[in-house]
């Protein structure tokens, strides 16, 4: 199903707008300069672009993108959240190789991802600051830990009465009694792991763990027995948190509005998110609500299935319990619906309100520890610790990993007596040039990557883009590294997504592409490499935006909102003049490529961005890139000669026509060659220049210039950004006073107007009837007085425009 197929479609007559009326493509004619044979060769070619890993290469140097039919719907759906919405999965990404032809076609299928306001997972987690002392205190706790966990410890099977019990947050002190957990930290387990037990498919997107952190004084054991694998965790979190933070002033005090994640993605929330609840309930949701909403959650959460975590007292002073739980092996994938919401909230607030509650919390460290020790009889690894919210604020903290791979690995003593390789769990962390960065959960995945939120050690939220480099031919690899370089020219672009920070692991791959010259064409990467690449994180993409907006405008007569469209038009044109500025074409320019940013679009994916020589204006590409709906008509055929015997090539006006398309699918809610579904449909009547596109009538006739001047077939005839950023779509004229014989006619076209609202073709026709008449032409207005053409010019478009309407009332009232 086509991206755009997705999006909300604009009521036709409510919005005062003529749908484009879906023609049969025509199956007769292509203007398509090839000769039959190469016409052939080139949709054969179209077709080779997705290149399985395994399968035959190329010598030809160059970076490949693969069609990607349907891309995983990891973004979840939520009602209440702003919503990352993965739109751009159900789009078309097409690659064509050029001049080689494929045995194996892809059609370009669609993905039936549904995009209207369905997820919650990339709500924003802002966490709270954490000072650097508190970071070392904690860390300091952890040496302690270390010290301490050498101890033989004995070990008791708490709890296998109920594996669930603590994920539920019911911990069985002697008593039998379920006790609160005060304050938890989660993280991500493996739910394929719990469920499978495929101990050779680590796949760890559908995963969820929980670390709780308890400061409950009176809990008893629940996990004593599996001390090394918290061992694991501790040193996790200790590298993890004593990396350097430079940059925890950026996040306010309050921290964390709501996420909501399902099975495929489990964001978790980090130690310094403070204080959460974590529910889970009959149907396998777990949510992790604020502490200001403890107390009134407090009595739902006894009932069972809730297990509550609150932030210590700033002055509590207190062990750290971990352990580990294991998650019911009865869960399945599909019933893993795991939803973790952790809602803003004050902290100083929170601070004021906890201290009295927990005033019977002993002050003293030393104390508390002792207590600890003595009441967990063992049974539990007691630190002391100051948790990572103030350097007065400590916790006793409780860690729990459901992580069942782990236990089976502690349970057969592997855990403590092989040499530990990594001193973090590459399924809870990335670690990007000696950095380490939490899994919050994965956002989408393009045709060639992975993308993940993640959080730093100084609690920024980034994206996290892995691609794997094992298996693919050196060319596409070379490509891959080539989105650093453009990322890193872009650096300080305010309009580009920034480039944080980034790491290959195959060295010498990089070196060439730094060098700008590929040694090794032929072959395939063996090695087991990845591309990982720290990136600002963007909140929602137009894509999804859009869908929202047009949800937002159903059912009611709006069209879309001429001011939002200037002001996200904009934004965008401004985003491709920069790297247009810098020579760099992005050939798959569409919504899902432009992500909010605090507030402001950025452009991303420069996957297949090439750049322009300096000798020429064009680039002459190795291959056919781009999105289908989006392709301009010389991406189907680069490289192809046109009817002068010139070769077409794809330069910056490529793009231009991507963003005809954009501006296209902001007015009408789709893309202007939707109804074409197939690729070959759409091949033929996008490289016809002969097609007209319809447009649907818009109340501003400079919008309607707008997109006929970006999507001109003839390249040439397309406008460049900067003049496109003076259009007077986003530059108004000033309204030239009328002399009172033209208000006299704009009166009446606006009486005829007014007579036939109903017939939206005729209203059109009035429309530009009107503008004509206010202002005579849109191009040349200054030139009028002196070029008898461009006069004749007007008044035979006035006569055609009345023509035109004349004979559309006439045929409507006969
Ligand atoms: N910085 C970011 N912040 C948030 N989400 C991001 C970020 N970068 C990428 N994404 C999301 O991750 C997904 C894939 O990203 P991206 O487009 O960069 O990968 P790709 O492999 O190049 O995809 P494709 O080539 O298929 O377009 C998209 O859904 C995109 O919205």
Request: net charge negative; charged share 25%.
């Given at each position: 199903m086509d991206r755009e197929a997705n999006l909300p479609v604009a009521p036709g007559p409510a919005r005062n707008l003529i749908r484009p009326t879906a023609k049969p493509p025509d199956t007769t004619s292509s203007s398509f300069s090839s000769s039959p044979p190469d016409f052939l060769r080139n949709v054969q070619a179209a077709f080779k672009r997705h290149r399985p890993l395994g399968t035959g290469q190329s010598d030809i140097l160059r970076p490949r993108r693969i069609l990607v039919p349907q891309r995983e719907g990891s973004r979840s759906s939520a009602s209440n959240v702003g919503p990352m919405l993965d739109t751009k999965k159900s789009q078309d990404v097409v690659s064509l190789s050029q001049g080689h032809m494929a045995k194996d076609s892809i059609v370009g299928t669609k993905s039936t991802a549904t995009v209207m306001g369905e997820t919650q997972e990339d709500a924003s987690i802002t966490p709270p600051s954490i000072l650097g002392t508190t970071t070392k205190t904690f860390d300091e706790s952890l040496h302690q830990f270390d010290a301490r966990r050498d101890q033989p410890k004995p070990i008791t099977d708490c709890q296998d009465n109920d594996p669930m019990a603590s994920l539920r947050g019911e911990s069985q002190d002697p008593g039998g009694q379920k006790k609160e957990m005060e304050w938890i930290a989660s993280s991500q387990v493996e739910a394929s792991t719990i469920v499978n037990h495929d101990s050779k498919h680590r796949n760890f997107q559908n995963t969820e763990s929980e670390i709780s952190l308890r400061s409950d004084g009176g809990i008893t054991s629940l996990l004593a027995k599996r001390t090394t694998a918290v061992q694991d965790q501790l040193h996790q979190f200790k590298n993890f948190l004593s990396q350097p933070a430079t940059q925890s002033s950026v996040v306010g005090p309050s921290c964390a509005t709501t996420t909501s994640v399902h099975s495929t993605s489990a964001p978790m929330l980090n130690l310094t998110t403070c204080s959460s609840h974590l529910h889970r309930d009959s149907s396998s949701h777990v949510a992790v609500e604020s502490l200001g909403d403890f107390n009134k959650n407090a009595s739902s959460a006894s009932q069972g299935n809730m297990v509550k975590l609150s932030n210590p007292s700033p002055k509590d002073t207190s062990g750290m319990l971990i352990g580990q739980a294991s998650i019911a092996a009865k869960a399945s994938n599909s019933a893993m619906d795991i939803r973790m919401e952790v809602k803003e909230y004050d902290l100083s607030k929170e601070r004021q309100n906890r201290v009295p509650k927990e005033s019977n919390a002993p002050e003293n460290p030393s104390l508390l520890d002792d207590k600890s020790t003595k009441g967990y009889a063992g049974d539990v690894t007691n630190v002391q610790s100051q948790p990572p919210l103030s350097k007065n604020t400590s916790s006793n903290a409780k860690l729990e990993s459901s992580k069942s791979e782990k236990q089976e690995r502690v349970a057969s003593g592997k855990g403590t007596s092989a040499p530990r390789k990594r001193n973090y769990d590459p399924d809870l962390f990335f670690k990007v040039n000696g950095k380490l960065y939490q899994r919050l959960g994965k956002i989408g995945s393009g045709g060639s990557s992975e993308v993940h939120k993640v959080i730093s050690a100084d609690c920024t939220?980034?994206?996290?883009?892995?691609?794997?480099?094992?298996?693919?031919?050196?060319?596409?690899?070379?490509?891959?590294?080539?989105?650093?370089?453009?990322?890193?020219?872009?650096?300080?672009?305010?309009?580009?997504?920034?480039?944080?920070?980034?790491?290959?692991?195959?060295?010498?791959?990089?070196?060439?592409?730094?060098?700008?010259?590929?040694?090794?064409?032929?072959?395939?990467?063996?090695?087991?490499?990845?591309?990982?690449?720290?990136?600002?994180?963007?909140?929602?993409?137009?894509?999804?935006?859009?869908?929202?907006?047009?949800?937002?405008?159903?059912?009611?007569?709006?069209?879309?909102?001429?001011?939002?469209?200037?002001?996200?038009?904009?934004?965008?044109?401004?985003?491709?003049?920069?790297?247009?500025?810098?020579?760099?074409?992005?050939?798959?320019?569409?919504?899902?490529?432009?992500?909010?940013?605090?507030?402001?679009?950025?452009?991303i994916d420069f996957g297949i961005a090439k750049a322009i020589m300096s000798d020429t204006t064009n680039i002459q590409r190795d291959s056919q890139v781009g999105t289908l709906s989006y392709m301009s008509p010389e991406a189907f055929m680069c490289n192809e000669n046109d009817a002068n015997g010139n070769i077409i090539k794809c330069g910056r006006p490529s793009d231009i026509w991507s963003l005809g398309c954009i501006l296209y699918q902001m007015v009408y809610g789709r893309t202007p060659f939707s109804e074409y579904k197939t690729f070959w449909a759409k091949f033929k009547v996008i490289t016809d220049p002969n097609h007209e596109i319809i447009y649907g009538p818009v109340p501003n006739p400079w919008l309607l210039d707008l997109m006929k001047k970006c999507l001109a077939w003839d390249r040439n005839e397309r406008w460049r950004i900067?003049?496109?950023?003076?259009?007077?779509?986003?530059?108004?004229?000033?309204?030239?006073?009328?002399?009172?014989?033209?208000?006299q006619s704009c009166k009446l076209v606006r009486l005829i107007a007014d007579t036939c609202a109903s017939d939206q073709e005729a209203s059109m026709l009035c429309c530009q009837l009107e503008q004509l008449l206010r202002e005579p032409d849109l191009e040349t207005a200054a030139q009028l007085l002196t070029s008898r053409d461009q006069q004749c010019q007007l008044l035979s478009q006035m006569s055609k425009l009345c023509f035109q309407l004349h004979e559309r009332l006439a045929n409507s009232t006969g």
């Open positions: 939220i980034y994206a996290l883009k892995k691609i794997k480099l094992k298996g693919r031919d050196y060319a596409t690899a070379f490509g891959f590294c080539q989105e650093i370089q453009y990322l890193n020219k872009l650096k300080g672009k305010n309009n580009i997504i920034q480039l944080i920070d980034y790491e290959v692991t195959d060295k010498a791959l990089l070196q060439e592409v730094m060098n700008g010259c590929m040694s090794n064409k032929d072959g395939r990467v063996k090695d087991d490499g990845y591309i990982y690449m720290v990136l600002e994180y963007g909140e929602i993409d137009l894509a999804h935006m859009l869908s929202q907006k047009w949800k937002e405008m159903d059912g009611t007569n709006q069209t879309m909102d001429d001011n939002w469209l200037r002001f996200y038009w904009q934004q965008i044109l401004q985003a491709v003049n920069t790297i247009h500025e810098e020579r760099i074409v992005h050939s798959d320019l569409k919504p899902a490529n432009f992500l909010l940013v605090k507030g402001f679009l950025k452009l900067p003049q496109l950023l003076e259009h007077p779509f986003l530059v108004p004229p000033v309204p030239p006073c009328l002399t009172s014989s033209q208000e």
